[in-house]
DNA sequence: CCAGGTTGCTAAACCGACTTAGCACCGTCA
DNA sequence: TGACGGTGCTAAGTCGGTTTAGCAACCTGG
């Protein structure tokens, strides 16, 4: 490996002056302290020739801050766009010149408690604690004692942390706004429905979601012609709940609205097995855009999860809490639940109905 | 936030001992350097009363060792299953202590070499550099500083560094077989063809799962039906070429082998519209394993790209570089490319063909 | 009774930077 | 001539640990 690393002591030496100039100098403060122009231009010379660069470890012990932001999340990669939200996250992070350290703990609190002392260990400035899919969870024991912030993740009653959540509700009111607005009148539910199951602690985003979409049916005097619940929101759900509604002998056109991408693959395989087809017959829309749904024939018609932007935005949150000392912060701002608009993919899969009615 | 660490000086002075005492009782060299046994017990007790934990940073300076592996990549999320590669990464790092620092570089060199630098400045013990689709790449310049491995990335000739590479050529090979052992000789190559292009510096992993395939069909004494080359990949691609093999009215059964999930997916869309059946009129199958794989119906046959074990051995052979010694290495363990096996995933789109002749 | 060995622990240097009090020098003014 | 203030820089302490040399006190054997 390369020759060691030239440290300040080196610099000084070479620039014939004290190591606490060289760090005056270095750190911009020569000009407060009354280092000469001279003498500054020659430390800066010699630091720029022998490539010298600060040591962050040795930086952070003496300051107690290392410019690095912990990510601890559930589950990096299982499921979705989960490696977009940490795309985010490192972006963010980088433009402000603060590393990620990025844990995982599989779900498990013991592991999370350790992975938080871990960071806490490493002087880390600050931790998001993310989840890779919307719900709500206890927070780990030495969570308070560093600035953090929820990523997709609904804090407890109660809690003084400032969150990053999609804005489910809205994407489900505006999801059936679209359906309503293109004519169509029945609308079956695929992934949950208005019945008695209540799964908010399992997926926050369902419950939302279906109250979005709910409320929107609600103003337009409509009921839903059908609701197929089930948590885990696999293809094969789908499928079976679009056959189902096409067993039934429903009149088409008529409209899907399904809660994940997932399920919208299942039912297009059993519209395209019924010989039906999408749009004409069958509308669909869903959440997610994952990415199958740029692949379908034709397009999928999506609200996509802000991945990417929910990293961003947790990042920028941390660091507006790491840099504002405690008590200079607009009061409130601690608890704040921040939603994250989720934007329209408008694909191909809704064709507009003629009005009847 | 909470109250402030306890440090060692703090144990040492409640259990009424020096803190050089309380360091070797902590650091388990107590026995060593004969410090009683009634002291030592003491010691544990406060620093577990007092809930003490060693400051990593300090450690860290002293040490010039900060249990901390660097993971830079192109893209985190961009493509299929990378995110599978930092989870396997960030496994085998916590069972060994360390933590991982994860960066971007979006491709740009420059910011390549920023990164780097940025974790050197932080000491870390080593540095995986990672591509999330396999190709070659110059390494940046400060990467012999460390301890470093390739991961995904081909190493540039003559570099003595070790890599960990998906085994493309093999798997090439083995989907190869798995048709003709079905009994398959009417086989369509879909992604890339024997053709005269040139991508290696693209895709090496065309490059190396052609070579796989073709040197399968030539031991069995056979061409390729037909070779479609595409460097990009996507869905409609597949479609396309699917449907010029149908329309040049090509006698089913006959067999398609994508050079991945998307291809794939594509030209099952194709043999549906056509009205034809995964598996009975054609077979299919592919690279990848991408999540998609598994919602098709029939579920597409596919070789796994073993993400997950990528980055678990990337980890593991770095940790080795960094705890021995330069010196005491095995000759050649510097330069070794591993390859690991891409596992099949057998699923429902390849059926057996009845022997002719 | 004392050289020499053990036992049990500590002082002090060190890692590489940041920070503050203060020193030496010069010029000015009373 | 000597008090005073400004200029330009440095010594030394600090962050929180690790590491090594070495000090006291006790024990042993001749």
Redesign the interface.
């Known amino acids: 490996?390369?020759t060691k690393?030239v440290t300040l002591a080196d610099v000084a030496k070479a620039a014939g002056v004290s190591s606490s100039t060289a760090s005056l100098v270095m750190t911009g403060r020569g000009q407060e302290l009354r280092i000469s122009e001279a003498v500054q231009a020659r430390v800066r010379d010699v630091a720029q020739e022998l490539g010298y660069?600060?040591?962050?470890?040795?930086v952070?012990?003496r300051k107690g801050t290392?410019r690095?932001l912990g990510f601890v999340s559930d589950?990096?990669?299982?499921s979705r766009?989960?490696?977009?939200m940490?795309?985010g996250a490192?972006?963010a992070a980088?433009e402000h010149g603060f590393?990620?350290?990025?844990?995982?703990t599989g779900g498990k609190p013991a592991e999370e408690t350790k992975?938080v002392?871990?960071?806490?260990?490493?002087?880390v400035d600050g931790i998001i604690l993310a989840s890779m899919f919307t719900r709500s969870r206890p927070l780990p024991a030495?969570i308070?004692?560093?600035?953090a912030v929820l990523l997709n993740l609904v804090p407890p009653p109660g809690a003084k942390i400032p969150s990053v959540l999609p804005d489910e509700e809205r994407a489900g009111r505006e999801a059936a706004e679209l359906l309503l607005e293109a004519g169509h009148r029945e609308i079956h539910l695929i992934g949950a429905g208005p019945g008695p199951d209540d799964w908010s602690s399992v997926s926050v985003a369902a419950h939302q979601r279906l109250s979005g979409i709910l409320s929107a049916l609600e103003e337009a005097g409509i009921e839903p012609a059908s609701g197929f619940a089930d948590p885990s929101w696999l293809?094969e759900h789908g499928?079976e709940a679009t056959q189902r509604i096409l067993a039934r002998g429903a009149a088409t056109p008529f409209a899907l609205l399904c809660f994940n991408d997932?399920l919208a693959?299942?039912a297009y395989?059993a519209v395209?097995e019924a010989g039906l087809t999408i749009p004409d017959n069958v509308s669909v829309v869903s959440f997610d855009d994952a990415s199958?749904a740029g692949?379908l024939?034709p397009g999928l018609t999506t609200f996509a999860l802000p991945h990417?932007a929910l990293g961003r935005r947790a990042v920028e949150l941390l660091l507006e809490l790491v840099e504002n000392p405690?008590g200079s912060r607009p009061a409130g701002a601690n608890g704040l639940v921040h939603r994250l608009p989720m934007p329209l993919r408008s694909r191909g899969s809704v064709a507009a109905r003629t009005q009847t009615g």
């Open positions: 490996m390369g690393r660069r600060p040591n962050a470890v040795s952070g012990l290392t690095t589950s990096v990669a299982s766009l989960a490696g977009d940490i795309k490192i972006e980088r590393m990620l350290f990025i844990g995982e992975l002392e871990a960071m806490l260990d490493r002087q030495d308070d004692r560093t600035p293809p499928w997932r693959f299942g395989q395209q199958v692949w024939r990417r405690e």
